[in-house]
């Protein structure tokens, strides 16, 4: 195997091309990298939605002080970014599937919830005015019916109960049913009115939303 070669097809020494990949290098290299991924991370908590249409090499190039190609060069794609942000963002919430436990669902899900508190994402609002109506209609109806039953809650467990109602009950709890676990309508209504069901066990029983079973 040929030695490599300079510009001016001269041999490399050894001694230079182990100073081009020296320990410093190297580390320079990785902070590079960790600076971009970085931004990218404060690019995404400042994000109006979940939407990452706005994380392109460009926009974290400028985030993290580097040019567009230095980004290129630590990440092919922007899939590849995308996918390393990802990683980075699960190992700093905490959050771990791997070895899932039943008992350890709420726990989880407790801290989730709590670090995806911390991004900027506005809660999506029914914004059509018609649609908006019918929805204010739907939550008082629901509220209603959790008030007759529940005599002695608060305000807030009251409407808390309401709206895990009106959560299970809604459009996407069950189109995601369908699209993302593969099933048959009838399966998905199965599943939410399984839901709705307990919920209603639990509020006949004078289960406050938070005191567990």
Not at 29 to 43: K, N, Q, S, V
Not at 95 to 100: A, P
Not at 164 to 184: F, G, K, T
């Amino acid at each position: 195997m040929s030695p490599p070669r300079g510009a001016k097809g001269k041999s490399v020494p050894a001694a230079e091309r182990r100073r081009y990949d020296s320990p410093l290098r190297q580390q320079q290299t990785t902070e590079t990298r960790d600076r971009i991924l970085a931004a990218g991370a404060d690019l995404v908590r400042g994000f109006p939605s979940w939407d990452w249409q706005g994380l392109t090499f460009r926009a974290v190039g400028e985030r993290a002080g580097v040019s567009e190609r230095t980004v290129h060069r630590h990440f092919s794609t922007e899939r590849k970014l995308r996918d390393a942000l990802v990683q980075r963002l699960t190992e700093e919430s905490g959050v771990t599937l791997e070895g899932l436990k039943l008992d350890d669902f709420v726990a989880v899900v407790t801290r989730m919830f709590s670090y995806l508190s911390s991004f900027a994402v506005a809660p999506a609002t029914v914004a059509d005015p018609s649609f908006a109506a019918v929805d204010q209609h739907r939550r008082d109806s629901l509220l209603g019916a959790v008030v007759g039953a529940t005599p002695g809650w608060s305000v807030t467990e009251r409407q808390m109960a309401a709206a895990v109602l009106d959560m299970v009950s809604n459009v996407p709890p069950y189109e995601r049913l369908i699209a993302a676990w593969h099933m048959q309508p009838e399966q998905a209504i199965r599943c939410v009115t399984w839901v709705i069901g307990l919920v209603e066990e639990a509020i006949r029983q004078g289960r406050r939303p938070g005191l567990g079973p």
